[in-house]
């Protein structure tokens, strides 16, 4: 085993999970979007970083995918609708950033726990990964239901997301086809998610999901 | 018997081209007809499975006794569904509800989920089956918002949420199944490919695979319907067209299912895992009683019957969960009774709110009184999906309780209880339905009443006789489920 | 051709004019076919019945079963049909009754609005009761079972537009699947893992007493359920009463014995044994039921739903019977059990013949005054001749005096209360007398009842418009009531007939007969031995006849026979309000001041007017009904408060269902962590 | 057997003769013990003999029923008295009907009597109709449990063999026979419409029960009526009688002379019965209506109090 190169994608996808803190930290939209692109940046490297010592050059290709969309290109269009909607841009929490980030720790030792426990038999390098890469999904999952406002809920998703990108690259020689997968059906989600933002945009002042909730099917 | 065309390549390619082809075609007659046939077509060509020799499992294809049940229920309903739709919608544009260029997309986007949920079940491998059920799960995204209320809307967007959640842990469980196989099976696609898989099992990580069903269960789960996972099923058939409802209830929570029952396989061939039984056991039971209780205050007619599916979904877990002969050909019994009766009575659900213009329960009222043949049509069903003779789901849900009961008594109580309060409640609102002095419109119905006939003639005929062959073939999958 | 198969082509035959009446119901002479057809029909079937039993009793008491499998129903177990001794005796209970409600129905039936409503479900029920008489495996009995119940729940929702009929539908129905699902259970116990669903196999496999325990209680919930036993009788006051009268008549008089089949068939048949207390719960069960029974029915006005309660009574009855068998059969005692069970048997077939007579009169009135309401009549004996007449006859008999049938019945139950000393068991010592005397109040206050409602609604003078201006009903009704008037006093009369008919069936179950009665002089029963107690039915009926005769006879020949008509003397008051009568809840009152302000919380409250007003004093009662009190009503409150509670979670956000997602997550992956 | 039915002849004319004298010889009893002078001991013949010969009134409203009934009712009195083996069991009818068909007999009776008593359409008719069939419901139950008792002593519900067996000499005292007989007592006081549960002599409309309901009758129904009612009387004490004071009962082998001893004393022990039942009823005040069901209610205790311990006690 190559002691270098595990070191450093333990220190990439450490990396990964310490953004997805700092992203449950952020109370401002736009630094969130920031921090986003941060975690999609980190993912490419990480997921580069695969490619190399996986000798596997289809990842590259999943690499250059999360950071040219993930990156840059989704972080810049979302930017632009909550200029463009007036969204308020700060971001309404559930529960304290303390709280969250609280339960975030312990949602880390959780996968710990279960990943550096159960995988016995996989090599440590993908142990290694798929814990980091369990708790960056359950880290977006928290995200997602401790904002209130769409745009950070979508950014939760694409967190989420971010960590299974993650898990496929660090399984060893996983086919291409989850790689293809993953980014078509990010895209397709973003495309329709960027659908119905427009269409919630149409009916309701805000993408505040609860204003929503006026309109269920039965009146309470 | 050789047939000049694989099945295989027309179960998945007429709906794909037939996409394709609707996307671009005007006219909304010819299109639901051209909808129509190619569902029509899709389900001759799963007929032949029945008669050709089993084609070789290749890695991405694979046709065994377990999916050739599900691949001909999924390509009927799909084909019924369809005829019925074409009555359908021609009402809903009548009433200016949907415009021509929905329609377009509404046919299309038709035709794509039936590709989607087709591919589900001839695939082979895992991670084209969650390339499929994903797609599947878009599709019908975009049908249960197509009338851009803002109840359709909210439901919609309230089933992606929830979906691209469940899809997102069932791909963590997808990569989790192949980091247990890739030590065994080596690199690369074979540790994707359910024939390799299978008989590899036992040497695969039992703990891994215990991770990786947990997220496949709750991944997939969702889509089945599961409680807690369920939040997005009553919204969803109550906003979307009632075609939908039906292929949503009939179908699509049965191709999740299927996702569910093969990687079932997978966790019963390892001895060392966690048993998945106690595991389903349990989520189908807090289905069946969450569904059963919600039965009662709901005052949304498809929305009632969503949560029945909710409960049938449970009833269906349950079953599979408890395993055994007996379960398990209960388990699959009711799974095509319940398809093929909740999509009948969405079928008579939807013309009923076309005459009545609403689908609030408290209008609809009397119906065997204005409306005989419809009115009796929804008794007949919803006795049916009750769990009453002489209708299919009454012998599966006997063959259920029975078995269970000597070898889990609390269980099978439990599981009673919660067949008896579905019961009630989907009773009492039947009384209300169906009998007392009628309200609303009486104006008479044109509804295309054949596919319902067939699906209650179906599931009359299931619960008095079973043809040997299908039985035979029903015992064989349900030693295949363990 | 043998029985089984006439009977099952009976049945199907009888739902073969059922579907197809669907096409000629509306037409005028639809429903006299149907109904013609149905009656010609279950008589045949109740001749193959007869048949059968009398052949066996020929033939040293052993019926030849005879079997049939149809490879349809349960896959791997396909259907089996049998008639037996059991079968076929419950064919004739099934097959008669039916047969004469049918005939009555030519002439009843025309009073319907909407025969299709009726006439599709109608000769369907039937078949259906006798497909779950002849079933021999699980689940061909529990299908013809339930689709028992559910044409019954179609008939009883012919009225619809009452929302009475409608919620009365919905309590019987939803009582029905609880009963069903009991029975699943039950034959899921019998059936063992391996699915082994044909009677056949469930007699051949022994069960321990532990689980054949359990089995007669649940068969106690699922067949009692539908018979109606205390307390889960609720939904049969309600649902024979919003029926059309013929069909209450099926319903109360042949459906719930279908259910009692349901249970000897289980308890004595398939079960090998049973712990010693199950015969105490069901001695307790049947108890209970026959004096609730009848209290609940002294409280009611509404003539048809009286003569439901009274239904529950008898059920008591015949379970007390059925649960000293079981008590005898227990200890060896079979001679005894032998007599126990024919008592059963023989109250299980006077009870189909005096309940249908009841109904069917009901059901005269009600054409006759428009109403159930026992308030409203009086005076019908004046108006009606015929019916009255032979009401009165099956008031006597539910009555259990003699020279009627229900009277032999009970007293037979009576007698084998008095053999129960011999048995070994201190708790049944204890229990027995004690359900001989609830047995003795019961009859008591059956008679009381019967007092109440033939007073109440035949005699005296009318209390409305329509009582004063009742027509006496067809000839079809008359000719049909009066057959089973007339059954009801032969069966009184000549019981040994019927007793010797009946040991083919308490050899099949209980391995033991009465003896012989044939062989008695004079036609006397003597369910023991002669010196230990007997009965003459025809010597008491004749005796009483010729010293009446006789009487008057002296008295008119020597003494006087002028009569003069002359106002009522009543002390002197003038006969004016009829309302001055005493009606059904005046005459109850000292009943329900005994027993009812205890068991049923009865309150009286009188509103005196204000001094100085002239308005007249309102006296009013009001009763509340213990059982559905106690537990139905508690168990529906739960029911809401439990959807109330769950119905918050429809309405929760996207982000909290996400939560719930995320809880279910983390849960399963802590179970996980914590998994050895 | 052609002397069991002389045996059976003499008894149920025997029955009816001195039916109405038992009522005169209370009603001279009570009236001497209330110091009066009283009636003569054969004014209820009388009294029989003129309403059968006057004419009867009958209520427009009446029905066939109505007048069906006092025959029906003495009819089956009589038959059910004639089975009770007042001075010999070996009566030739005996086994036709066992004490619970006797019992049910006189129910048919109290049945058709109560209907009669609802025909006219009269409040009294129906008060009277209503409190007798509670009472009945009371007294029915304990009157079937003593019937246990004795049954169960005597292996037996045929009256012949048990009045036999209990004649015998291996019966002993027993406390069920004790409670039995106040049972059986209180029982026999509520249906004849005795103290205190009825008064026989009243018209006061809230006390009665038994007259309330005949109030319509006159003429020769009357007449039955009133006769069934002392055939009652007779019934129950020689049930009694027989029962409890069993000796001196001749036996179906028996001579005649022992017959005619037999009859001798049967006249005696129900002259002894009259006595103390008049004795009673002029010591002790009518109850009101609703404390009657206390009054059967611990006749029911009794009865089933004296099953209970010969159910336990047999297998002692």
Known sequence: MNTLSFDVAHMLAGGMLLVSFMMIYQTRLYALLNVFALHAMVLALSVAWQASIQHAPHLYVTAGIALFFKAILIPGALHKIVQRMGIHRQVEQVVGTGATMLAGMGLVALSSVLMLNLTATASAFAREDMAFALSVVLLGLLMMISRRNAVSQVVGFMSLENGLILAAAGAQGMPLVVEISVAFSVLVAFIVIGVFLFRIRERFDSVDLSVMDDYRGEKR | ?482 | MSAVDLVLTGALLLMALGLSSILFAARPMGSTIVYASAGVLSALVALVGLATLVAGAGAGMNVGASTLWLPIGLPWIGAHFRVDALAAFFVIVVGFGSSIISFYSIGYGRHEHEPWRVLPFYPSFIGAMLLVVIADDAFSFLLSWEVMSLLSWALVLTHHRESAVRSSGLVYLIMAAFGTMSLILAFGLLAGPLGAYDFQSMRASGQTPLVGSVVVILMLLGAGSKAGIVPLHIWLPLAHPAAPSHVSAMMSGIMTKVAIYGFIRVTFDLLGGTSWWMSEIVLAVGAVTAVMGVLYALMQHDLKRLLAYHTVENIGIIFIGLGLAMAFRHYDMNAAAALAMVAALFHIFNHSVFKNLLFLGAGAVQTATGSRDMEKMGGLIHRMPVTSLLFLVASVAISALPPFNGFVSEWLTFQAILLSPDLPDWGLKILTPGVGGMLALAAALAAACFVKVYGVVFLGRARSEVAKTAREVDRWSLATMSVLALVCLLAGVFPGVIIDTLSPVSHALVQATMPVQSADPWMTITPVASGRSSYNGVLVLLFVTMSGFFAAWVIHRFASRSLRRAPAWDCGFELDDPSTQYGAASFAQPIRRTFGTKIFSARESVTMPPPGSTAPAKFSVSLRDPVWDGFFARVSGAVTWLADKANRLQFLTIRQYLSVVFAALVLLLLVLTLWK | MIFNLLVQGLQMMLVVAIAPLLVGVIHKMRARLLRKQGAPLLQPYRDLLRLMKKEVVLAHNASWLFRAVPYMVFAATWVAAALIPTFATGLQFSWSADLIAIVALLGSARFFMALAGMDVGTSFGGIGSSREMMIAALAEPAMMLTVFSLALLAGSTQLSTVTHYLAGSNVGLRVSLGMALVALVIVALAENARIPVDNPSTHLELTMVHEAMVLEYSGRHLAMIELASALKLVLYLSLIVSLFIPFGVAGPGDTIAAHLLAVVYYLIKMLGGALALATFEVSIAKMRVFRIPDLLGAALMLSLLGTLLLFVSRSL
């Open chain 2, 1 to 482: 018997m050789s047939l000049p065309f694989n099945p295989v390549d027309l179960i998945l390619g007429i709906p794909a081209i037939t996409a394709l082809v609707l996307f671009v075609l005007p006219g909304y007659r010819l299109t639901s007809w051209l909808n129509v046939a190619a569902s029509l077509v899709t389900f001759l060509a799963a007929m032949t499975l029945f008669f050709i020799d089993r084609p070789v499992p290749t890695n991405y294809f694979l046709v065994d006794e377990l999916n050739i049940v599900f691949i001909v229920l999924n390509t009927f309903v799909g084909f019924t569904a369809a005829y019925f739709s074409a009555s359908y919608i021609a009402h809903e544009l009548e009433i200016g509800r949907l415009t021509p260029v929905y329609l377009r997309f509404y046919h299309a986007m038709y035709q794509t989920m039936m590709f989607g949920m087709n591919l589900v079940l001839v695939t082979n491998n895992i991670g084209l089956m969650w390339v499929a059920i994903e797609l599947a799960t878009l599709s019908t995204v975009l049908m249960v918002g197509i009338y851009r209320t803002p109840e359709a809307l909210e439901a919609a967007w309230k089933y992606f949420i929830l979906g691209s959640v469940g899809i997102a842990l069932a791909l963590f469980g997808t990569i989790l199944v192949y980091l247990a196989a890739e030590p065994v099976l080596g690199e690369g696609q074979a540790a994707m490919v359910f024939t390799r898989l299978l008989p590899n099992a036992a040497e695969f990580d039992p703990k891994i695979l215990n991770l990786a069903f947990v997220f496949l269960l709750l991944g997939y789960g969702t889509k089945v319907g599961l409680v807690p996972l369920h939040a997005w099923l009553p919204d969803a058939h109550a906003e979307g067209p009632t075609p939908i409802s039906a292929v949503l209830s009939g179908l699509l929570l049965n191709v999740a299912l299927y996702a569910v029952l093969r990687f079932k396989m997978l966790m019963t061939a390892n001895a060392d895992t966690l048993a998945p039984g106690p595991l389903m056991v349990v989520m189908g039971l807090v289905s069946l009683l969450f569904a059963a209780i919600m039965l009662y205050r709901r005052r949304d007619i498809k929305r009632l019957f969503a949560y029945s599916s909710i409960e049938h979904m449970g009833i269906i877990v349950f079953a599979f969960g408890m395993g055994g002969p007996l379960a398990n050909f209960a388990g699959l019994l009711h799974m095509v009774m319940h398809s093929l009766t909740k999509s009948a009575i969405f079928f008579s659900v939807g013309h009923i709110a076309q005459i009545k213009g609403s689908q609030k329960t408290a209008e609809i009222r009397g119906l065997t009184h204005s409306h005989p043949v419809l009115g009796w049509a929804l008794v007949i069903g919803v006795l049916a999906i009750a769990g009453l003779p002489p209708f299919g789901v009454f012998m599966s849900e006997f063959l259920v309780v029975s078995s269970t009961f000597q070898r889990a008594p609390a269980l099978a109580l439990l599981f009673v209880t919660g067949l008896l309060l579905a019961f009630g409640a989907l009773l009492m609102r039947l009384t209300g339905f169906a009998f007392g002095e009628p309200t609303g419109s009486t104006k008479p119905a044109h509804a295309s009443l054949v596919p319902l006939y067939i699906h209650m003639g179906l599931v009359l005929l299931a619960g008095i006789y079973l043809p040997g062959p299908m039985v035979a073939w029903f015992q064989a999958v349900a030693k295949l489920l363990g």
